[in-house]
């Protein structure tokens, strides 16, 4: 069973929202990452505000809990890797 993992990116527009601070690009570099290393439990999910975008742009990841604050392009394999790598497991 593939592992579940939902990746909340925060791309909503506005002067000083995570849309503005390069969300768009992280959404879709998010989904291309997750469609390379073809993790079918991970989902990449277009994130509402959660009023964070001072450090942003936020992503968040579920179930693990976890924040991730001004996020650059380059920390996209990384956070992947981190939280989805274990997709690849068979249980
Ligand atoms: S716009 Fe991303 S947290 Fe507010």
Redesign the pocket.
């Known amino acids: 069973m593939a592992r579940f993992r939902q990746i909340f990116v925060?791309a909503?527009p506005?002067e000083g929202?995570?849309?503005a601070r390069g969300?768009g690009e992280l959404l879709r570099l998010f989904e291309e990452e997750v469609a390379r290393r073809g993790l079918s439990g991970t989902m990449v999910v277009r994130?509402t505000?959660?009023?964070?975008?001072e450090r942003?742009?936020?992503v968040f990841i579920f179930p693990d809990d976890v924040w991730y604050y001004e996020v650059a392009p380059e920390d996209v394999p990384r956070i992947v890797e981190r939280h989805a790598a274990g997709d690849r497991i068979m249980g």
């Open positions: 925060c909503t506005g929202r995570c849309g969300g994130n505000c959660t009023r964070r975008h942003g742009p936020v």
